[in-house]
């Protein structure tokens, strides 16, 4: 390897190392600034243990009530995850201006119909890319992630939430997937317990481990909101009202 060869590798992984120190970093100090946020905890947590209730305890009934549970707890963890994406980039903007959970919650509830909507278009874009192969589906997940706080923080519709999150997060990969797998690692992890099987003994532990949880998505939909922000150079939603808006 020539010189300018190893000067060349040594700057790409000086700027992965950076960008992994970036990501933890952030996802530390969201950590920190969850436990000081009850409501969005409180939210999370509600959201966890109802969804494994409705698994273990509805399922005697039949499936369509299971699966109604499921979709209405889908869809109070969007809402709530929504809230945390906004807090994160009212965070970002200017960690002095504060909003109010119930303002928060009232501007995600404005965007939620487009959140809805921004949840299928997402989930069919990264199934396309995962059929195609993995690597693919994994691509088009993560880089698309910051779609939903573009949503709630700068009131972009479902459509251009995604085209948002696609131009902001092209060099940004290393930090986001970094952010993303914590997450992943923090949640994802306690709740393969329970969707690899259905014995008691895994209900009881997915549930116990719930308040973990909830605390990592706190802290993963603060990061994210705080990253959108800093990728993006968006005002935070400190510049008025959301409203639905194209590019």
């Known amino acids: 390897m020539s010189p300018l060869d190893r000067t060349a ?3 790409v992984g000086s700027g992965v190392a950076d960008a992994l120190a970036a990501a933890t970093d952030t996802f530390a100090d969201s950590l920190r600034r969850a436990t000081g946020r009850p409501v969005l905890l409180a939210g999370f947590l509600g959201v966890q243990l109802a ?3 409705a698994v273990t305890y509805l399922g005697r009934f039949g499936r369509l009530p299971v699966a109604v549970a499921l979709v209405g707890t889908l869809l109070c963890g969007l809402f709530v995850s929504g809230v945390g994406y906004r807090d994160g980039g009212r965070l970002a903007a200017d960690s002095e201006a504060g909003e109010s959970r119930r303002d928060a919650a009232v501007t995600t509830l404005r965007q939620f119909p487009a959140l809805v909507l921004l949840s299928g278009m997402y989930a069919t874009f990264v199934l396309v890319g995962l059929l195609i192969f993995l690597l693919p589906g994994l691509y088009v997940g993560v880089r698309l992630t910051l779609g939903f706080p573009a949503c ?7 459509d251009d939430s995604l085209s948002r999150a696609w131009a902001v997060t092209g060099g940004n990969m290393v930090e986001l997937t970094t952010v993303v797998g914590l997450w992943l ?4 992890a306690v709740y393969s ?10 209900a009881q532990t997915v549930a116990l ?3 973990v949880t909830a605390v990592v998505s706190v802290a993963a939909t603060l990061s994210l909101g705080r990253l ?5 150079g968006s005002s935070g939603g400190t510049d008025g009202p959301v409203q639905n808006r194209s590019e």
């Open 9 to 11: 590798v040594e700057e």
């Open 228 to 232: 959108y922000v800093g990728y993006s």
């Open 209 to 211: 481990l719930s308040p």
């Open 51 to 53: 969804g494994v209730a």
């Open 193 to 202: 317990w329970f969707l690899l099987g259905s014995p008691p003994l895994q």
């Open 152 to 158: 709630v923080v700068d009131g972009y519709g479902a």
């Open 185 to 188: 690692l923090g949640g994802g």
